[in-house]
């Protein structure tokens, strides 16, 4: 079965065959992958996925893959937790967490998008992978290139978080950290691109890339039993993941496996310090104005997003919003996740959380209505965010009177 159109241009609509591309010939707008969905309607069905394996491959069928699968085979099919501690906290009836801190092999939802862009790599007959990263691109690469035995260049900020730095040096990848922003690094690597042949998964293998994000919205779905929530929260940093989601639950749709409407409204979360996709939704302009990032959520700090317009659509489209999180409300929303379910995520799921109840408390999200947040990266990679905000309670000798004493000054503190 063909399933596969080539690449069509998301502003022009024209063909372009499958290659390694990513902007429109005639108006440079990006360019994105076609599906024949009359070729995939009655033979993707809902039991046909769920005779899948347990990972992002159930829907193969739906991802830009024509053999078999390179790399990654465990990746995805992550957590959806109903949080109802964190509900009760906000007064609301139904929480869902989808957890992708725990996504093998990188703890993070870009081991999905990796896992497409460098089988895809492979297909096309590369040897060498790279990226432009905020950190967990850069940790997913090095690990999928390290799996699939090819060559890596990896291009950071040099300002990264130290964790992030030693969890992509571990798979012995070239590490480049450059003196600049991550918009810079993104800059340099377009040129790179152009004179090298490599796959960099997120400029010139972006269209493909992109289409794994589509899984965690599929996933969201059939482990909600086919039923899409009221409301997506989403962590914004290029504004892909927002987009692939909701193009996820058109699919879902197109192909008959979900019921009635689409009925979910899609809401941006992003740092104050770096939101330039929720100030469009809040000033309700298509424009987009860059920013120089400012924050403590460095994975999510793209001051210029390439799909930040297409974010922008869909927010509106859906019926949704956005929602800034200061530094602040993002160390909260890390404490606020962790203590009520038991889940450490990173900065950028602190800026969701924050967005989240945010919105909430606004009334933009109505309690009574299912909402699902996103959680896409782990915390145990950020440690530095929560290093003046925690210390141990009590330090003591090691003796049983010393712990005594120690028990009753905390007591009579608390009391
Ligand atoms: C990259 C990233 C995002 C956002 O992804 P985009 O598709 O670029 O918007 C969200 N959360 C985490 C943890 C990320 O690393
Ligand atoms: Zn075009």
Redesign the pocket.
Known sequence: MEKLNGLR?R????HYQAAPLHV?E????PLEVDYRYDALKGVVTRESIAAGPPSMWRYKELLPIDGDVAVGHHVGFTPLIRAQNLADELGCREIWVKNDSVCHPTWSFKDRVVAVAVTKAREFGFDTVACASTGNLANSVAAHAAEGRLKSYIFIPADLEQGKVLATLVYNPTLVAVHGTYDEVNRLCSEIADKYRWAFVNVNFRPYYSEGSKSYGFEIVEQLGWRTPGHIIVPCAGGSLITKIWKAIKELKTLGLIDGGLGTKMHAAQALGCGPIVTMIKNDTDVLVPVRPNTIAKSLAIGNPADGYYAYKVAKESGGSGEHATDEEIVEGMLLLARTEGIFTETAGGVTVAAAKKLIERGVIPRDESIVICITGNGLKTPDSLQDRLDAHVKIKPSLSAFDRALADLKSQTS
């Open positions: 241009c502003e022009c609509g024209r429109c005639f108006c440079f707008g």
